[in-house]
């Protein structure tokens, strides 16, 4: 049972002092202005996670120099402080370090994730801590209630924008000080907030590509940075040798397209080795999954728990969640599928929700 007061989006005390996040875009200006004009305490923070070479390295709309300079805009213009602070070395150590080598083994991390956990809801919040205030508010696309005396993430009301998917692992203190003023609002309205205070920031672009892989060739930064195994074989469910790939960083569960072979059925990569260096395609249903393996479970609104219980699993970000029964275990937890699914990929996330909305718990997909 909900608590009353915290039926739909749980905000801060009154006259709270709030640090928000603030990337420039979109977003973070509405939750800026929001909170502000709500009577918050409020300071802006941008994080600059990334170097800035010649070639405009990381998404501008998001990231960049210029984005940066926005949000410190949109606090003067707001008449509160802003503070950037410079995380680079332990962004690389911590979020791209990780995500190379999980793609030089074969896996498909979701940085994202990885980031909202450690970065933005971590070292954020130690800075936050430091200069005194006890909230931090987020541009996320998201619900924050309290249930069953537990902090309980839940789906946005807007449901093309939700993003409780990449917060699902956020703990039960870093929720505690968190909070999602987009929960119940649309793209749209959020725009028109970011607007009022900034008419070019309130129609930019949205920022879809990981922040330092702008250019979304992920096989360039892992090569930069890891040694390679190189070619090896393309082989099908039963051995059969089919090709050659240029490196299993280059493939991913479940892709289709760009596999280098012709077939006269559609074939989807099922499996990657990275041990014999092999890429394993299937045809259609012998690339389909019943069951997983997650590592340890990270609980929202179910307490820890050792019985079995009933889900909806959502194994990526826009993936369409499927019934599953979770089984719990020391290590981290088995999810068996209702109705076998493609695209059961190692590295990414399984998210595991109730019919209304609310993450109970997610897990990262080993096996």
């Keep these: 049972m909900e608590d009353k007061e915290n039926c739909n989006n749980r905000m801060p005390p009154a006259g709270a002092r709030v640090l928000v996040a603030m990337s420039g875009g979109v977003d973070s200006v509405a939750v800026a202005a929001m909170l502000t004009r709500a009577g918050y305490d409020c300071m802006g923070a941008t994080l600059r996670m990334t ?10 709309p998001c990231c960049g120099l210029q984005a940066a300079e926005d949000a410190r805009k949109v606090c003067e213009a707001l008449e509160i402080e802003h503070k950037t602070v410079r995380i680079v070395e332990a962004f ?12 030089a083994a074969g896996r498909t991390p979701n ?12 070292l954020l919040f130690r800075y936050a801590k430091l200069w005194g205030y006890d909230y931090i508010a987020m541009g996320h696309y998201a619900r924050l209630t309290k249930r069953n005396g537990r902090m309980a993430l839940r789906r946005a009301t807007y449901g093309a924008k939700d993003q409780s998917y990449v917060l699902a692992p956020l703990t039960q203190a870093q929720l505690r000080r968190s909070c999602f003023p987009l929960g119940e609002m649309t793209k749209d309205e959020a725009r028109r907030v970011a607007a009022s205070v900034n008419r070019r920031v309130g129609a930019k672009s949205e920022s879809q590509e990981i922040c330092f892989v702008a250019d979304r060739n992920y ?7 890891r040694e390679i195994a190189g070619p090896g074989k393309i082989i099908d469910m039963e051995g059969n040798v089919l090709g050659c790939h240029g490196g299993i960083h280059r493939y991913t569960v479940g892709q289709r397209r760009g596999l280098g072979i012709s077939a006269e059925q559609p074939l989807y990569v099922a499996r990657i080795d990275p041990v014999e260096n092999t890429v394993i395609v299937g045809r259609d249903k012998q690339s389909l999954r019943d069951s997983f393996e ?3 479970l990270f609980w929202g609104a179910l307490p820890p728990q050792n019985n079995a219980f009933r889900a909806l699993a959502q194994l990526r970000y826009k993936h369409k969640p499927v019934s599953a029964i979770i089984t719990p275990g020391a290590r981290g937890a088995r999810a068996q599928l209702e109705i076998p699914q493609r695209g059961v990929t190692p590295g990414q996330w399984a998210v595991f929700y109730d019919g209304n909305g609310y993450v109970l718990a997610s897990g990262e997909i080993r096996c």
């Design 294 to 296: 997650t590592g340890i």
């Design 111 to 122: 940085p994202c994730i990885r980031c909202n956990r450690i970065i933005k809801f971590g």
């Design 51 to 60: 170097m800035e070479p010649a070639g405009k390295p990381v998404f501008e």
């Design 219 to 225: 096989a360039r930064i892992v090569e930069e940075r």
């Design 92 to 103: 690389d150590r911590h979020i791209i370090e990780p995500f190379t080598r999980q793609y």
